[in-house]
């Protein structure tokens, strides 16, 4: 188990950036799954982006490719993800997420919230159009 603390959410106009991070604490594994979601008002929690530490695959939903960039630190042990080109419907609190059994996965698995056992309590991105 591993504890997870997301920052950097906030206001922004659209076509603006922002970049989240998730500050991972506790013991981890070589290998291990970290994924950003997010969750609008009256919406089912989405999978934004994944990442496999130790293992090298990155996934990303349809509705952020090229605009959204997940990427690790290892030695300041955080996560973050970068978002340009910011739209209104991207407005959500996001949550990191971590899976420390680290099986092997699909693309559509990674950012699923089944995967994950640890959970951030979530940021909030407001993007105005």
């Known amino acids: 188990q591993v504890q997870l603390m997301e920052s950097g959410g906030g206001s922004v106009q659209a076509g603006g950036s922002l970049r989240l991070s998730c500050a991972v604490s506790?013991?981890?594994?070589?290998?291990?799954?970290m994924g950003w979601f997010r969750q609008a008002p009256g919406k089912e929690r989405e999978g934004v982006a994944s990442?496999?530490?130790?293992?090298?695959?990155?996934y990303y939903a349809d509705s952020v490719k090229g605009r959204f960039t997940i990427s690790q630190d290892n030695a300041k042990n955080t996560v973050y993800l970068l978002m340009n080109s910011l739209k209104h419907e991207d407005t959500a609190t996001y949550y990191c997420?971590?899976?420390?059994?680290?099986?092997?996965?699909?693309?559509?698995?990674?950012?699923?919230?089944?995967?994950?056992?640890?959970w951030g309590p979530g940021t909030q991105v407001t993007v105005s159009s």
């Open positions: 990442i496999w530490i130790g293992g090298g695959k990155i």
């Open positions: 506790g013991s981890t594994p070589n290998q291990y799954y």
């Open positions: 997420a971590a899976d420390l059994k680290a099986p092997v996965v699909t693309a559509m698995q990674a950012l699923r919230t089944t995967l994950y056992d640890d």
